[in-house]
């Protein structure tokens, strides 16, 4: 379904970078649910570079809500949010107009789109279009967090640096929403931000790694055959520009554990059945199995870089060299942390809607 | 949509492995094209246990072609493959009815159906149920093949062992394709037994990792969001039982990497765009761009195990033990890796059919 | 999606009339729900020629389940339904092979597939394949029945004969659901058998139109734009082979109306809102209302005829004639309304499952 | 999928007829096509109220098209197009706000969304949504035009009065698309304009039919089941507000006719299979023939009256009358036929898409 996700929830992603605005439509929310626009401003805020670490492109992301939203509450229709491109100095691409960069999606839209997209700032392939998915998954994360499910990612790791793993879960989450840089070990912070500062001064770019935890999930959800629950995650993480590599519970270590130290134990405990590990990341034979669903996305080093790289102009043919002009960012994986929460938030809502009924959330 | 994948070539999935057979409809390929029996019965024998590190139970996956297919050709309409079973000995589960697995979908089941599920053998959520989609997928696979379009896996590690990496596309394909325990590495081969005899001694599993490439793919395919190749195929992988991770290209490894080690630089020959390497696993920005398509799929090992496990009783509550008896697999990555082959064809096939058209395989 | 109808819970149909089997696989169903094999067998014999006024071709239809059906109930798996094709005549086909029948499918099917088709019987455009649509849409109905959703359809009108419509919509659903030859008015059925007879005498075949009642649906059904209920149960009904009209309450008749001629007026009973009358057939914009849901389907005479009829011989391109020999029906009116049925049960557990969520039928 | 409809290219509606604006995202058209908004502004006049005969509601329409143009050419990323609602006048609607329109959705509306609507103006429901899906269906309509595929409604009745159907079909679809008023009889447009005022005096409406054909059409289109062209284009024509009949060729007429009198003969001319006649409206077994598709849509009339009628008070659960002030049209006849135009242009890149693959158009 090209730039639409999901079943009985979905999102449609509209606009490119130096176009007007940006947007998307969420559909099939539940009428009656609270739209909290301070909130979707914050989560906003949360993808907005910030500092020396960032891109200089500075956007306010005065987002409308175009439709769906009525008294302050969704109405059960459409919800349609824009937000308008402000800050485009599209000369900054023309350079790149013909030198592909490397890694980036220059040549392969320039194959898909015969030469008709719209190519100033990476068209509709912009990381920009982010901040739509993030306000559309802003009113999926508030609704989530009124039944009691909290979705929280920190940065793993940042070039040679990591952060310890979640710990107490409920804390962990709280701590992380109120952050700005989601890191969980404090101390870690500056190392990271050194790692992405000191790419920059070389004209470089720096990778990391994502983990997420949600918490509150029933046991039961997703389908046992193509829309397991990391099926339909995976395809969701996959969409997030820039990841590329999924895992859940202990994932590729997985590949060089024996079965007895990778197995969950069930136990009973008042009532409630749970694992001792959480090796399977809160999900047996696709279906969440009732403990904290728990994975990791791969960030890759942003493509556009200042230092020189070789490439091919697309008109020519020929071989040639680029030293990417323009505002870029040196890093990405502190700015794509909300972006996977409400990447995620959109995924959980659909499969939720779908087992329980539109009303539901 | 539950057991039905893909958009425009889809294949559902049915049958229960105690059932009377299992099966599956594969709609929307294109008339015309060649079925050999033979190449599907190849497949399938694939993926069939063999010797001393698999299961006992023999399934001769005599499969029949129900509808679809007419005159040795696929005639454009549904092609329903149905496999009887035969070798079922539901008494084995028994003591398994309330004393749920380990990490298996056991507890998972009871929470979605609500104990009306066929829990003989795992019931739907068998291994067994991917013989029906490498049927499918065979025809998938010699529908590309016939286009050009070579698709070949290697088990990179299984526990400790770890295969080399694909060196030469063509020939490194065309090898794996020949053989049943598929090792690009000759010598890794026993070493990867002995792993497995290993954990089978001691009434344990073992897991790995499979390594996939697609050769000959055209630039171009796949969505700037949500239908990306990645998220596609990866929505694929993650339907196959036991699969916990999926990385393309460097993967996880760019977390640590530069964008300037990680970028794969573009260069002109002979008319033709190509990279000079492939961190990205032949997909930038979503969409193919002609370089061979790489992934690795984690493979977890198998939850079922001989020796006592601790779980809980589903009908009582109570804390338990279970050593599991019946015929289970002490690894499964060799036979998952033609299930990912088949996988992957499918989802190819629908992603060129949905850009070229119904007609063009 | 091809040969797949439904979002939440579909149905998924495969076969030739002349194959080794039918079928269908119908997914989405909740678990728990009881399968009653003789109601099944019941409908099937609703579907089934019977006597001078149609086909001699006698199939026993005696299917199977293949999956998804344990200790007679619903698992909540896929439930593929298989019923073998026995009386098959393929010679009866050859003279047809390449003599199009006029208004057949033989012409555009060979358009679509390229003469790559089963042609044998009308292949998969075999109205047999409704058989398999009745044993998934029997399900459906008794699942519906149990919440107290009933469906029963008339046979309004075969050539110049016409039925009384509805007026006690119970008791006549009720009366329906005991006849093998639906009519309200007893005294029109032998009329209506006259018009067969009459038409067959001549080589000849006739038309008619169904009536469709459903009452016990809850009002706020449906969608406001493309998933209303009128769209939706059209999509269905014009599966079925045959049917070229569809219309709701008045339909065309509300073509010569005025406002407040055809305007329903509502009116509050014991705390319930009603329409006075129903002349938008239970559904206001889009969306069901709880008045009855009323339409009606057009069904076309049986293209294939014993007379003689120019067409075009596909392999020369020559005009020619056909007087078609083998076994058909004069009339498919009586035997489409058990299918009118079965797919209106399917379509509406398929918008109840979306609304309400997988358990709630 | 709620508010989105189409498989290959699809259109999501959002807005409410008293919101900011109301919008269409159209997604899946090939990059490269001519967006000629001149000929948008001129479609959407067409949809325009004029006159003494329509609603005194006046919208410029000034649409404006945020994503997915660059340079004037389609660039194969989705296309939104927005409308801003201007001539609103909410407090018209104050009356309505608890006393619900007989036959409309106000009252399906609060069942459906429990309250959350926003009910000014029809809010979601209302017939002003339309205006987009005619902007996107524009685009559709000149995407096929250059494909030599034409499409032409007219107004085949308002209430007694009666137009001739078609006979050139080429002549006729290009005089259709230049009158604001689509009759091919000249002489009856006056009568039919004497019903729409002599319903107004009188505080009423009045329903009508509409007819359209399709020329150019290649033959082999749509599914034998499910997605048959008839399926899917009743799907998208009961979409349009007001619309409860669809039916193809003879449509209803058929359920009087002999086969033998509603059979299309073949006949071969010049290499080309053709019909003698088209009582199947183009279409056979659910695939287009190669001949004009030909279908009528029963209008009701507007529910909205000037005259008192009985209705229900929905906040206190009394029953009360309603004489609706606001502006209001007496007849949508004349507006709804280029929505037809619109969604069959919209449907038919659809199906063409999914079969020639995404850069046929």
Redesign the interface.
Known sequence: ?????G??I?V?????SH?????A?L??IA??IDVNEAFIAEILSRRRPVGAISTARQEADNF?I???V?NG????????I?IPNTDTRSGDYSQMRYA?R????D???Q????G???YRGG???SGR?TAALCAAGAICLSALQAKGIQIGTHI?????VCDRTFEDFSADIAKLNRLDFAVLDDNKKEAMLAEITS?KA?G??????LETAVTGL???????????V???L??????I?A??????????????????????????EN?E?K??TN???G????????MPVVF?C????????A?E????N?QT???TTLAAKGRHDPCIVHRARIVVDCMTAITLCDILA???????L
Chains 1, 2, 3, 4 share one sequence.
């Open positions: 379904m090209k730039n639409t996700f079943n009985h979905s449609t992603l509209f606009g490119e176009g007007s605005a940006i947007g439509v559909d099939g009428p009656g409308s175009v439709s769906g009525f509450k969704t109405t059960g229709t459409p919800i349609c824009l592909a490397p890694s980036h999606a040549y392969t839209a194959c898909k789109y015969h008709f997209q719209d068209g509709h392939f279009l793993h790791q940042i070039g040679a790419a070389e470089d770019s720096v990778g990391g790694i029933p046991a039961g959800l997703g389908e046992p055959w193509f829309d397991t990391e099926g339909l995976s395809h969701a993480m996959f969409s520009p990841i590329k590599g999924v895992e859940f519970g202990a994932g590729f270590g997985l590949g060089s554990m024996r079965g007895s130290q990778a197995n969950d134990p069930f136990y009973a009532g059945i694992t001792k090796h399977a990341g999900i047996n034979g696709g279906i969440t199995n009732g990791r791969a960030v890759r080093p942003t493509p556009t870089l230092r790289q070789e490439t091919v697309l043919g020929e071989n779908g087992r329980y009924g539109v009303d539901w």
